[in-house]
């Protein structure tokens, strides 16, 4: 066949033809070949040989040369294409043929179909792609289902470990499941629970009006966003319980974002509140008597001087200090002044009018404010609680002691600027009245600030300030020992005010510096002078523990300093802590936390001193990060004969331990209370049996002896 | 001691039952997965290749380049026999040649494998074409099939009969 013939009738079919001669030599391709061809070379004009369009082998080709020779059916070509392009459409079906000469004896001419849609063992290759994808998708799907399997159990396992209750629901609100903490708040079993409406299961109400609270899974499904549920509300279980809880409810949406139900987590804060509530109860109250303390008293004689500088109410303030007090103190022990404190309480607390205040403003100090009472009656009214002190009889074992007061009035109408300018006028007028003879009340005047401030407070006021300005307070050290290391060089620092030739400690001067706000003052005093010592070469290898006033932790000032030369020099945190009175922690609550968690981050530690007298609650230990407890003395020096007493100290030593925290213990008199303390457990030591209040030198030479 | 037992024990294995079995197998496979057209396509090709050696070894053997009518004839059933079948002439001139067949060298291996015939079809039809320059063998009876005999023509020259037959053509390459 001429190649023009061929194309003539082969350019018409859709098949790919080539024409071979029987030794391969291309003779001609039809138009479909030409486009299979181009498909795979970048010129097939070069294209001679059938050598030249395949990867076979050339004795593999002259093989099937013969064997194609031989066939006019045509039988399958095992052929492999070669390409010079990178994409390439594989997928053909090749057969050949050989087509009998026209002329007799003329050689025989071959050709080569190729078919498209199927490739050689395309069948074989589509089974095998088409296994492997079945193989893939079934390896995808186990795999994807042993991760959901996975992430199922991880949620279950989480579902029933989390410490807060979660409660599932429906796209209309119920329940699809409960987990352990909210099947024990709830009091409704998950099986139980299963499909009912969630306000049944999930049943609340406001903790201030007792009112049903809004079901928050219908808001949420209704409005399609998350809801917080109110600060107070209360989740009242199946057999009547009642929780304070707090959180959320969220909608949970597909992935085209419909709604699929609701998701509710809450936790049980009962606890928490009732914690705040102690707290908040601690911080305004004082814990013997149970009245108001001097911190709630100072913020209602606030409101009062502005209330009486508008000109709309008069007030009086009366400030009652018992007489006597000290002497039963001193002759039937604290637990029994500390009765008659409770039984004068009781009977001031009877005489209040409504609205008016009481305080116990600190040890035999009472303060009452008087509302809304005209200048005629203050006398009346105080004069009615000095006499029914005067008709009170304290009762000990067949004792009796009359009880007497002194008491300081001021009137705080639209004359008085501030509380403590009232608080101070009161205070005068109470120390008038003691110097007049005591079982007496005195209405302040102001001829009285002099007479005062010549014998009184306002004097020391004075001794304070300018003990301040020249730098004459003395430091004196107290060594504080650690139970595992016998080198001292631990010291609490204490403040002592210089008087001419006498001592002032500071019981005198800390209330009177608290009362006229320069504790802060003093306070930062202190650190400088002992950042002085420490960078002196022979203190550098002593720490210290210093006071600080409950005042000093809201004074921006100090704090501002503390933080600054803590910053600048890090080491300082190793040198320096704190010490803070139980008392002054509470009632500064707030103030007290931010301050001991702004030095923090530097590694300062602070201790809360005089620990157990106070509040005795271990509540606010979780707000406040101190490392350190000291164990008031009173619970010390009579541990040796006293049971209760070594109970109580043992029982301290146990929670602070388990609340990571040391122990110091404080009055160690003697070797027998230091061995007892030894065996409780007690970390750090402090006491007279120790070392007593001294200054630092004497210290560090007792030691260089001791060690010698 | 228990190799030797299993060397007594009495199994229809060995070389000859396993190469079947192979082979069985095998084109049961491609007869499923391409189908019994294309796989006899490809069993062609074997047969072609596996004819044109047969064919060269008798020539060498016979010493000669070409072999003759009866050459042919006695070859086709010479092969068969070395290689177990049964196949025996029942006619031959100068037009054709027909064959019978008892016993089929792949043995009860062939039944419904007739792609397998195609070994037959091209060993006969390439040494006869490659000799006598063309061939057209026509399987009438198979034992593939379930004939109990195999039934095979060899027609030796392109003429009306040949034409109507039904078979495949083979060439001298």
């Given at each position: 066949?001429?190649?023009s013939?061929?194309?003539?009738?082969a350019?018409?079919l859709?098949e790919?033809l080539?024409?071979?001669?029987?030794?391969?030599s291309?003779?001609s391709?039809?138009?479909?070949?030409?486009?299979?061809?181009s498909?795979?070379?970048?010129?097939?004009?070069?294209l001679?040989?059938?050598?030249?369009?395949?990867?076979n082998?050339?004795?593999?080709?002259?093989?099937?040369l013969?064997?194609?020779?031989?066939?006019?059916?045509?039988i399958?070509?095992?052929?492999?294409?070669k390409?010079?392009?990178?994409?390439?459409?594989?997928?053909?079906r090749?057969?050949?043929?050989?087509?009998?000469?026209?002329?007799?004896?003329?050689?025989?001419?071959?050709?080569?179909?190729?078919?498209p849609?199927?490739?050689?063992?395309?069948?074989f290759?589509?089974?095998?792609?088409?296994?492997?994808?079945?193989?893939n998708?079934?390896?995808?799907?186990?795999n994807t289902?042993?991760?959901l399997?996975?992430?199922?159990?991880?949620?279950?396992?989480?579902?029933?470990?989390?410490?807060d209750a979660?409660?599932?629901t429906?796209?209309?609100g119920n329940?699809?499941?409960?987990?352990?903490?909210?099947?024990?708040l709830?009091?409704w079993?998950?099986?139980?629970?299963?499909?009912?409406?969630?306000?049944?299961?999930?049943?609340?109400?406001?903790e201030?009006?007792?009112?049903?609270?809004p079901?928050p899974?219908?808001r949420?499904?209704?409005?399609?966003?998350i809801?917080?549920l109110?600060?107070?509300?209360i989740?009242?279980?199946?057999d009547?319980?009642?929780y304070?809880?707090?959180?959320?409810v969220?909608?949970?949406?597909?992935k085209n974002h419909e709604?699929?139900g609701?998701v509710?987590?809450f936790?049980?804060?009962?606890?928490?509140r009732?914690?705040l509530?102690?707290?908040?109860?601690?911080?305004l109250?004082?814990?013997?008597?149970?009245?108001?303390?001097?911190h709630?008293?100072?913020?209602?004689?606030?409101?009062?001087?502005?209330?009486a500088?508008?000109?709309?109410?008069?007030?009086a303030?009366?400030?009652?200090?018992?007489?006597e007090?000290?002497?039963?103190?001193?002759?039937?022990?604290?637990?029994?002044?500390d009765?008659?404190?409770?039984?004068?309480?009781q009977?001031?607390?009877?005489?209040?009018?409504?609205?008016?205040?009481?305080?116990?403003?600190?040890?035999?100090?009472?303060?009452?404010?008087?509302q809304n009472?005209?200048?005629?009656?203050?006398?009346?009214?105080?004069?009615?609680y000095?006499?029914?002190l005067n008709?009170?009889?304290f009762t000990?074992?067949?004792?009796m002691?009359?009880i007497?007061?002194s008491i300081?009035?001021?009137?705080?109408?639209?004359?008085?600027n501030?509380?403590?300018e009232?608080?101070?006028?009161?205070?005068?007028a109470?120390?008038?009245?003691?110097?007049?003879?005591?079982?007496?009340?005195?209405?302040?005047?102001p001829?009285d600030?002099r007479?005062?401030?010549q014998?009184?407070e306002?004097s020391?006021?004075?001794k304070?300030?300018n003990?301040?300005?020249?730098?004459?307070f003395?430091?004196?050290f107290?060594?504080?020992?650690?139970?595992?290391?016998?080198k001292?060089?631990?010291?609490e620092?204490?403040?002592?005010?210089?008087?001419d030739?006498s001592?002032?400690?500071?019981?005198?001067?800390?209330p009177?510096?608290?009362r006229?706000?320069i504790?802060?003052?003093?306070?930062?005093?202190?650190?400088?002078?002992?950042?002085?010592?420490?960078?002196?070469?022979q203190?550098?290898?002593?720490?210290?523990?210093?006071?600080?006033?409950?005042a000093?932790?809201?004074?921006?000032?100090?704090?501002?300093?503390?933080?600054?030369?803590?910053?600048?020099?890090?080491?300082?945190?190793?040198?320096i802590?704190?010490?803070?009175?139980?008392?002054?922690?509470?009632?500064h609550i707030?103030?007290?936390?931010d301050?001991?968690?702004?030095?923090l981050?530097?590694?300062?530690?602070?201790?809360?001193?005089?620990?157990?007298?106070?509040?005795?609650?271990?509540?606010?230990?979780k707000?406040?990060?101190?490392d350190?407890i000291k164990i008031?003395?009173?619970?010390?020096?009579?541990?040796?004969?006293?049971?209760?007493?070594?109970?109580?100290?043992?029982?301290?030593?146990?929670i602070a331990h388990?609340?990571?925290k040391?122990?110091?213990a404080e009055?160690?008199?003697?070797?027998e209370?230091?061995?007892?303390?030894?065996?409780?457990?007690?970390?750090?030591?402090?006491?007279?049996?120790?070392?007593?209040?001294?200054?630092?030198?004497?210290?560090?030479?007792?030691?260089e002896?001791?060690?010698? | 001691?228990?190799?030797?037992?299993?060397k007594e024990?009495?199994l229809p294995l060995?070389?000859?039952?396993?190469?079947r079995n192979?082979?069985?197998?095998?084109s049961?496979?491609l007869?499923e997965?391409?189908?019994?057209?294309?796989?006899?396509g490809?069993?062609s090709i074997?047969g072609?290749?596996?004819?044109?050696?047969?064919?060269?070894?008798y020539?060498?053997?016979?010493?000669?380049?070409s072999?003759?009518?009866e050459?042919?004839?006695?070859?086709?059933?010479d092969?068969?026999q070395?290689?177990?079948?049964?196949?025996?002439?029942?006619?031959?001139?100068?037009?054709?040649?027909?064959?019978?067949?008892?016993?089929?060298?792949?043995?009860?291996k062939?039944?419904?494998r007739?792609?397998?015939?195609?070994m037959?079809?091209n060993?006969?039809?390439?040494?006869?074409?490659?000799?006598?320059g063309?061939?057209k063998?026509?399987?009438?009876?198979?034992?593939a099939t379930?004939?109990?005999?195999?039934?095979?023509?060899?027609h030796?020259?392109?003429?009306e009969?040949?034409?109507?037959?039904?078979?495949?053509?083979?060439?001298?390459?």
């Open positions: 066949m001429q190649p013939d061929f194309q003539i009738f350019d018409a859709p790919a080539i024409l071979l001669s029987g030794d391969g291309v003779l391709t039809n138009k479909c070949a030409k486009r299979f061809l498909n795979r070379f970048n010129s097939i004009e070069q001679k040989s059938l050598n030249d369009l395949v990867n082998d050339p004795e593999e080709i002259k093989k099937s013969r064997a194609w020779s031989r066939s006019r059916t045509p399958p070509a095992v052929i492999s294409w390409s010079e392009k990178e994409f390439v459409d594989s997928n053909w090749c057969q050949a043929f050989m087509i009998e000469p026209a002329v007799k004896n003329n050689p025989a001419q071959l050709i080569i179909r190729c078919i849609g199927r490739g050689q063992l395309s069948e290759t589509l089974l095998n792609a088409e296994l492997e994808k079945t193989q998708t079934l390896k995808t799907l186990l289902r042993e991760a399997e996975k992430e199922h159990e991880l949620a279950t396992v989480t579902l029933k470990c989390i410490g979660v409660i599932t429906d796209n209309i329940i699809e499941s409960l987990n352990p903490v909210a099947e024990a709830t009091g079993t998950n099986k139980e629970a299963l499909g009912k409406p969630s306000c049944e299961i999930f049943n609340i109400i406001s201030i009006t007792r009112e049903p609270s079901d899974i219908q949420s499904l209704k409005e399609n966003i809801i917080e109110g600060n107070h509300t989740l009242i279980s199946k009547g319980t009642e304070v809880i707090e959180d959320s969220a909608p949970i949406r597909n709604i699929i609701t509710l987590v936790h049980d804060v009962t606890a928490k009732l914690a509530r102690q707290l908040e109860y601690l911080a109250h004082d814990t013997l008597t149970g009245l108001n303390n001097r709630y008293f100072e913020q209602e004689l606030f409101k009062a001087v502005d209330l500088k508008r000109g709309t109410l008069v007030f303030l009366l400030y009652i200090d018992l007489d007090f000290k002497a039963v103190n001193d002759t039937a022990g604290h637990s029994v002044g009765n008659l404190l409770t039984e004068v309480s009977l001031f607390s009877s005489r209040l009018r409504r609205g008016d205040t009481l305080a116990r403003l600190g040890g035999d100090e009472f303060g009452v404010l008087l009472i005209n200048k005629e009656q203050i006398e009346k009214t105080a004069e009615s000095k006499q029914a008709d009170f009889q000990w074992k067949d004792k002691f009359d007497n007061s300081g009035v001021t009137i705080i109408d639209n004359n008085i501030t509380a403590a009232a608080l101070r006028q009161a205070d005068v109470c120390y008038v009245a003691k110097q007049k003879g005591r079982n007496r009340l005195h209405i302040y005047a001829k600030d007479k005062a401030m014998l009184g306002v020391l006021i004075s304070l300030n003990a301040l300005k020249n730098d004459s003395i430091l004196y107290q060594p504080i020992i650690d139970s595992k290391n016998i001292t060089n631990y010291f620092v204490l403040l002592r005010l210089k008087d030739d001592i002032i400690t500071p019981n005198i001067f800390i009177v510096a608290e006229y706000a504790m802060p003052k003093i306070d930062k005093w202190v650190v400088v002078q002992v950042i002085k010592l420490l960078e002196q070469k203190y550098a290898n002593c720490k210290f523990s210093i006071n600080l006033s409950g000093s932790f809201e004074d921006e000032d100090i704090i501002t300093f503390l933080s600054k030369k803590i910053k600048n020099n890090t080491a300082l945190s190793e040198s802590s704190f010490e803070v009175t139980e008392t002054a922690a509470v009632t707030e103030g007290t936390a301050f001991m968690h702004s030095l981050p530097y590694g300062v530690k602070f201790a809360l001193d005089d620990f157990g007298t106070g509040f005795s609650s271990f509540a606010y230990l707000h406040l990060p101190v350190l008031d003395g009173v619970f010390v020096k009579d541990i040796a004969h006293d049971p209760a007493d070594q109970a109580m100290v043992r029982s301290i030593n146990n388990s609340l990571n040391k122990t110091i009055y160690v008199e003697n070797e209370i230091l061995d007892i303390l030894k065996d409780i457990g007690i970390d750090y030591f402090q006491g007279y049996h120790l070392g007593k209040p001294d200054t630092l030198d004497k210290h560090l030479v007792f030691e002896v001791k060690l010698a | 001691m228990e190799a030797n037992l299993f024990l009495n060995d070389r000859d039952i396993f190469l192979l082979l069985r197998e095998l049961g496979t007869e997965v391409i189908g019994k057209e294309e796989a006899s490809f069993i074997v072609q290749h596996i004819g044109e050696w047969i064919n060269d070894e020539k060498n053997t016979l010493k000669t380049d072999l003759s009518f050459q042919i004839c006695n070859t086709l059933v092969l068969k070395r290689i177990n079948g049964d196949f025996y002439i029942i006619s031959a001139d100068k037009d054709k040649i027909v064959l019978g067949n008892r016993s089929c060298p792949f043995g009860d062939v039944i419904d007739s792609s397998l015939c195609m037959t079809s060993v006969f039809g390439t040494i006869t074409a490659e000799n006598n063309y061939a063998v026509a399987l009438h009876e198979t034992i379930g004939k109990p005999e195999c039934r095979i023509v060899v030796l020259t392109n003429n009969i040949s034409d109507e037959d039904q078979g495949r053509e083979y060439f001298k390459s």
